[in-house]
């Protein structure tokens, strides 16, 4: 299985997932950033000022990181510590997918 590949049986079990609990919150903010991204396509179709174009893009962007942040918080929260507590080869793989996504995030 590849490093960043997903074990099949927690991918086939949901309602483990720090995140469901704000389900509902985490799409109404996707939602809002498409909106965003289809404005930005709006923007160069219609040819407007290059700054504006890269302040949306700005916004954009901190909108995606913020949603990140919060899916990595709720994964410590909740993925990170639950594996830690029953210990063994689950917490290490736990604690390296974190390490792992948190230098994905630093990188981008």
Known sequence: ?????????????HA????????DRYLA???????QA???HRMVDEEVYCIDILTQ???????LEGVALGLLDDHMRHC???AAKQ?????????????DA???????
């Open 1 to 13: 299985m590849a490093a960043n590949s997903t074990p099949a049986s927690e991918a086939d079990t």
């Open 16 to 23: 483990h997932h720090g995140y469901i609990a704000d389900k």
């Open 29 to 35: 903010r996707l939602k809002r950033i498409e909106g």
């Open 38 to 40: 289809r404005g930005i």
């Open 57 to 63: 893009i700005s916004a954009l962007t901190k909108a």
């Open 80 to 82: 990170v510590v639950d």
């Open 87 to 99: 210990g063994g080869p689950e917490a290490e793989l736990k604690l390296k997918e974190a390490a």
């Open 102 to 108: 948190i230098a994905r995030l630093v990188k981008s």
